[in-house]
């Protein structure tokens, strides 16, 4: 595909991942990430040993492809993925269609190995590529009155046979707080150990916020919105009791229906032992001035 970043790693580099990411790598790419000393319980190397590319690619959530865990890689497929264009619009100066190539063209990619977690309490590390979503936000002029950025998926009934079945209010939305959108952290990733990130995992780029549950982490997205007000998110319209709109990883706070203290890392085998969850997903030490005052029970 024309313009989408081309790594320099062959499949053998790939499988098996320890080749392609070794201990002084994945170092590297936790400094990158500002996560060079990782609170709590876990080391850093056991809180960074990436997960395969089989695991991230075969266990998704995707619910436009169905909602199933093995539903999205078996029926993605079918997303046309190029071209693609992201409106950028609302409280900015240079609002308008960026396309893919355009995009890729400004943005600089960088490896970001980050750790997962899942509200349904299985977590994973992964190697993404991708840029800073702050260098995009920039690159379109964010005005002096924006707070909120609101994101949008694509909504192709055609190529998506899950949005038949009204399971959520489509299309998919999700939504930041402007300073989480621009911390440094979070990211717009495009890529996964070196390849174009699979269409089961959001091609052809979504969002990671690596101290926030999975569900934020909105993929395939078309449109970003610079708003004053505080967006509509798609799990919090599903069931607000349970989803609010800040989704902080927070041991802390029991889902409803379930603990959030500890998670299965996935692909450690049946009898995986679980571990204990950290505040903010192990990045606290980055993230939690940014929630300086406020209620994290009430703000859950
Ligand atoms: N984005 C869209 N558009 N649709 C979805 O159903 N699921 C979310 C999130 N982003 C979802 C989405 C949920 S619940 C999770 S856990 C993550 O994507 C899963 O990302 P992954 O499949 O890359 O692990």
């Not at 790693?9 to 790598?25: A, I, M």
């Not at 865990?69 to 993605?76: R, S």
């Not at 926030?212 to 078309?222: D, P």
């Amino acid at each position: 595909m024309a313009n989408r970043w081309i790594n320099t790693l062959k499949d053998s580099d790939v499988t098996p991942e320890t080749t392609f990411l070794n201990r002084r790598q994945m170092i590297a790419g936790a400094a990158a990430a500002g996560l060079a000393s990782i609170g709590g319980s876990l080391s850093a190397k056991e809180a960074l040993e990436p997960n395969s590319y089989e695991d991230i690619t075969q266990y998704n959530n995707f619910y436009e492809f169905g909602t199933g865990k093995t539903d999205p890689a078996a029926n993605a497929h079918t997303l046309v993925t190029a071209p693609w264009t992201v409106e950028i619009d609302g409280l900015v100066d240079k609002p308008g269609a960026y396309t893919f190539e355009d995009i890729m063209k400004a943005m600089t990619i960088e490896e970001r190995i980050y750790r997962f977690r899942c509200v349904e309490a299985w977590s994973m590390v992964i190697p993404w590529n991708g840029f800073e979503l702050a260098d995009l936000l920039n690159m379109a002029g964010v005005q002096s009155g924006a707070k909120y950025v609101a994101f949008e998926t694509a909504l192709r009934p055609d190529e998506m046979p899950g949005v038949r079945f009204p399971v959520l209010d489509w299309p998919y939305v999700e939504g930041l707080r402007l300073d989480e959108a621009m911390h440094p952290l979070t990211i717009m990733a495009t890529g996964i150990y070196g390849k174009d990130i699979p269409n089961q995992n959001g091609a052809p780029l979504r969002l990671v916020v690596p101290w926030k549950y999975g569900f934020k982490s909105i993929k395939s997205i078309v449109k970003i919105t610079l708003t004053d007000k505080e967006p509509a998110t798609s799990w919090n319209k599903a069931n607000a009791r349970e989803y609010g709109f800040y989704s902080n990883v927070n041991p802390e706070v029991s889902h409803p229906r379930w603990s959030q203290a500890s998670e299965r890392p996935v692909g450690g085998g049946l009898f995986a032992k679980r571990i204990p969850t950290l505040m903010f997903n192990g990045y606290e030490e980055e993230v939690a001035g940014l929630y300086t005052g406020m209620d994290l029970k009430t703000n859950f």
